[in-house]
């Protein structure tokens, strides 16, 4: 990919080759000016610098990401998910006025109103299509994946997902448990009947859906999808996730089997459950390797969400969470890749599991939310970046003097010796403007000195 | 009473559903008085509780012995038909708020209100006041229980219980919030009575309030 000889390469070479293409891919960014390519080239430093542990030049500030450019703009969120024109440009007026040291991006969060539509997606509520106008979207939890089905995942993930569990979480793609599994097919004579399926109408319908679905993703890219690489010509501020990733016990527990259907499945399918999370391990690596191998940027992001405090106990966590995500995590790395773990919530009672020593030093980002940071330091410091957590309700109630406050304080407590991103510890899908930038500019002051 | 069903009790409250079913089947079959076997399941879930509250056992034992006490229900209730009911402490009016459509925190709530001896209204998720109010007239439910995971469910509530008083149902019916963004400042933002920081508090906070605890 990187290189001719990648397969021979070792993993610290590979990430020593990601990070040279990293930095080599300013060749492909139209820069509006010198100062915008100067910026980027040290920002860019900052990163590397913070994930191999060693004292940037200054605390890079990082966005999480979130509606909070709608709200800046006066738009609603209905807007942001049916209007791409307004989105696009609520998110570059943010990202004129919030100085960051990354893009406040649009992927992820700008989410494409329209394809949901087209598809008829039946796993979450948007808004005007069962939330608020102005209510982000939100889970409709099912057992969109059955209790009795763990043996056809484990059998064949691909052919589970296509036959059983797109056609339920898409209305529109119903029609694609129809067709046999694409392994059926081995070698001429390829029979008639594996192809029949193709002709039937509701087949064919779901195809010219397919189509129109893939038109309404070209009009996103088209539009919010080209805002990071705007931001990155304009201001010099890198894009941080070039992958994404998830563990399996979260693909599992987020939307296959739901919050409580993993739950009782830890109890009641132990076994199956464990060997279904298995199985994901090298399709969940390969797909943040291929995320990343398109996009040139090292930094794979996972979100975390069912191993937070109180939602298994440490020994559950051990046992059914851990292990697999760091499979992935190891996966990664011998990828040469760098792993952005976002631990939503708490993480007090995970820092001695996720203290590892199988893990090589300096190839993550845990970013904290609720987590006390002086305890992540003690646990991590000197073998994982870390990063967080100016709280969300700070930035939503507070002062910008509260904020200001807060930031000078975290970077006294764990910024001294290096390996520390700022960031917000939540997706801030609201927060007051003044605090915001309260942050940015308490962590440019403070982050300098340390 | 309750030693003679401590292996039930025990089984309950080590999460061993199969154990659990096999000696409630048995002991109906022996002729065991069914409310005792209730009594040993509402024991075990007190056990648990108390686990829950110190950080012992955490959300899924929640869900898993709320699962068995169901099943243990489900097998005592027909042996109860024609017999005394077990004593209940009132009715509880529930609902995630509108805005909200989260499910799960309520419904660890709502099992454990029934497991403690409450009867449980559920109304649902995205339940609007209107809807909290027509049933707490219907029902004359002396306690009403708003849950909410969003921020967003703050605002809700506090539009539910001004609601609530407008309708003048404050003076008959107790208003609890609960979920992950409540605390002591969002009640009184929300000018709730009370607030309950996860199930076990909201079964405690109920208990209270009907004279059970």
């Known amino acids: 990919m990187f290189t001719d000889n990648w397969n021979e390469l070792t993993p610290e070479q590979r990430y020593e080759a990601r990070m040279q293409a990293w930095f080599a891919s300013e060749a492909n960014i139209d820069f509006v000016s010198d100062e915008a390519r100067n910026a980027?080239?040290?920002?860019?430093?900052?990163?590397?610098?913070?994930?191999?542990?060693?004292?940037?030049?200054?605390?890079?500030?990082?966005?999480?990401?979130?509606?909070?450019?709608?709200?800046?703009?006066?738009?609603?969120?209905?807007?942001?998910?049916y209007d791409y024109d307004k989105a696009a440009q609520a998110w570059l007026k943010f990202n004129a006025d919030f100085d960051f040291d990354a893009a406040f991006s649009t992927f992820a969060v700008v989410f494409p109103g329209d394809l949901y539509n087209i598809l008829d997606l039946k796993l979450i509520s948007w808004p005007g299509h069962g939330t608020g106008d102005d209510v982000h979207f939100q889970y409709n939890e099912r057992e969109w994946m059955h209790a009795d089905e763990y043996d056809l995942l484990i059998n064949d993930p691909s052919n589970?997902?296509?036959?059983?569990?797109?056609?339920?979480?898409?209305?529109?793609?119903?029609?694609?448990?129809?067709?046999?599994?694409?392994?059926?097919?081995?070698?001429?004579?390829?029979?008639?009947?594996?192809?029949?399926?193709?002709?039937?109408?509701?087949?064919?319908?779901?195809?010219?859906?397919?189509?129109?679905?893939?038109?309404?993703?070209?009009?996103?890219?088209?539009?919010?999808?080209?805002?990071?690489?705007?931001?990155?010509?304009?201001?010099?501020?890198?894009?941080?996730?070039?992958?994404?990733?998830?563990?399996?016990?979260?693909?599992?527990?987020?939307?296959?089997?739901?919050?409580r259907g993993i739950m009782l499945d830890k109890f009641r399918q132990p076994d199956k459950l464990l060997a279904a999370m298995e199985r994901l391990v090298p399709i969940v690596v390969d797909q943040g390797r291929r995320g990343s191998d398109m996009t040139k940027c090292p930094?794979?992001?996972?979100?975390?969400?069912?191993?937070?405090?109180?939602?298994?106990?440490?020994?559950?966590?051990?046992?059914?969470?851990?292990?697999?995500?760091?499979?992935?995590?190891?996966?990664?790395?011998?990828?040469g890749l760098v792993v952005w773990l976002f631990a939503e919530?708490?993480?007090?009672?995970?820092?001695?599991?996720?203290?590892?020593?199988?893990?090589?030093?300096?190839?993550?980002?845990?970013?904290?939310?609720?987590?006390?940071?002086?305890?992540?330091?003690?646990?991590l410091g000197g073998y994982q970046c870390i990063a967080g957590n100016?709280?969300?309700?700070?930035?939503?109630?507070?002062?910008?003097?509260?904020?200001?406050?807060?930031?000078?304080?975290?970077?006294?407590?764990?910024?001294?010796?290096?390996?520390?991103?700022?960031?917000?510890?939540?997706?801030?899908?609201?927060?007051?403007?003044?605090?915001?930038?309260?942050?940015?500019?308490?962590?440019?002051?403070?982050?300098?000195?340390? | 009473m309750s030693e003679q069903q401590q292996d039930l009790v025990s089984a309950i409250v080590e999460l061993r559903e199969a154990d659990a079913a096999q000696l409630v089947d048995e002991r109906?079959?022996?002729?065991?008085?069914?409310?005792?076997?209730?009594?040993?399941?509402?024991?075990?879930?007190?056990?648990?509780?108390?686990?829950?509250?110190?950080?012992?056992?955490?959300?899924?034992?929640?869900?898993?012995?709320?699962?068995?006490m169901k099943s243990l229900s489900a097998k005592v209730t027909p042996y109860l038909a024609d017999q005394r009911s077990a004593k209940r402490l009132g009715t509880v009016v529930l609902g995630t708020v509108q805005g909200d459509i989260h499910d799960i925190g309520k419904g660890?709530?709502?099992?454990?209100?029934?497991?403690?001896?409450?009867?449980?209204?559920?109304?649902?998720?995205?339940?609007?006041?209107?809807?909290?109010?027509?049933?707490?007239?219907?029902?004359?439910?002396?306690?009403?229980?708003?849950?909410?995971?969003?921020?967003v469910a703050i605002d809700s509530m506090k539009a539910t219980v001004a609601a609530i008083g407008e309708a003048?149902?404050?003076?008959?019916?107790?208003?609890?919030?609960?979920?992950?963004?409540?605390?002591?400042?969002?009640?009184?933002?929300?000018n709730a009575d009370g607030w309950a920081k996860d199930a076990v508090a909201a079964v405690d906070l109920a208990k209270s309030w009907v004279g059970g605890a």
């Open chain 1, 40 to 81: 980027w080239r040290e920002r860019m430093q900052m990163l590397r610098d913070a994930i191999e542990l060693k004292k940037p030049k200054r605390v890079p500030v990082l966005p999480t990401g979130g509606l909070l450019p709608a709200r800046y703009a006066g738009i609603t969120a209905r807007e942001v998910y």
């Open chain 2, 108 to 151: 660890i709530v709502a099992t454990m209100l029934d497991i403690a001896g409450f009867d449980v209204i559920d109304l649902g998720v995205d339940v609007p006041a209107e809807k909290f109010i027509a049933t707490l007239r219907d029902s004359h439910a002396p306690i009403v229980g708003l849950s909410g995971l969003l921020t």
């Open chain 2, 28 to 68: 109906l079959a022996a002729g065991v008085d069914p409310l005792a076997l209730i009594a040993a399941g509402q024991e075990a879930m007190d056990i648990i509780g108390k686990q829950f509250a110190e950080g012992v056992v955490f959300i899924p034992e929640l869900i898993m012995a709320g699962e068995i």
């Open chain 2, 168 to 190: 003048g149902l404050r003076a008959t019916a107790k208003i609890m919030i609960g979920g992950a963004p409540i605390n002591e400042q969002v009640r009184a933002y929300t």
């Open chain 1, 160 to 259: 589970f997902w296509q036959r059983y569990y797109l056609p339920r979480i898409f209305g529109a793609l119903e029609p694609l448990s129809i067709p046999d599994p694409a392994t059926d097919i081995w070698e001429p004579p390829i029979n008639p009947p594996t192809f029949f399926p193709f002709s039937l109408e509701p087949v064919q319908q779901m195809l010219q859906t397919l189509a129109k679905a893939g038109e309404a993703a070209a009009r996103w890219m088209a539009g919010p999808g080209t805002v990071d690489l705007q931001v990155m010509a304009k201001y010099g501020r890198p894009a941080t996730f070039g992958g994404a990733a998830k563990a399996p016990y979260d693909i599992l527990g987020d939307t296959l089997r739901g919050t």
């Open chain 1, 345 to 379: 919530g708490g993480y007090n009672s995970r820092l001695e599991a996720i203290h590892d020593p199988d893990i090589p030093a300096g190839r993550l980002i845990w970013v904290f939310d609720t987590t006390d940071m002086k305890e992540a330091k003690r646990h």
């Open chain 1, 390 to 450: 100016v709280p969300g309700s700070l930035l939503i109630t507070g002062t910008p003097e509260e904020v200001d406050a807060y930031v000078k304080q975290l970077i006294n407590d764990v910024a001294g010796d290096g390996g520390f991103l700022l960031t917000p510890g939540v997706v801030t899908n609201e927060a007051k403007p003044e605090c915001m930038q309260a942050m940015i500019a308490a962590g440019k002051k403070y982050g300098a000195a340390v």
């Open chain 1, 299 to 335: 930094i794979v992001f996972i979100p975390l969400h069912k191993g937070a405090d109180g939602f298994l106990s440490d020994a559950d966590f051990r046992k059914f969470y851990w292990p697999t995500l760091k499979a992935v995590i190891l996966g990664l790395i011998n990828e």
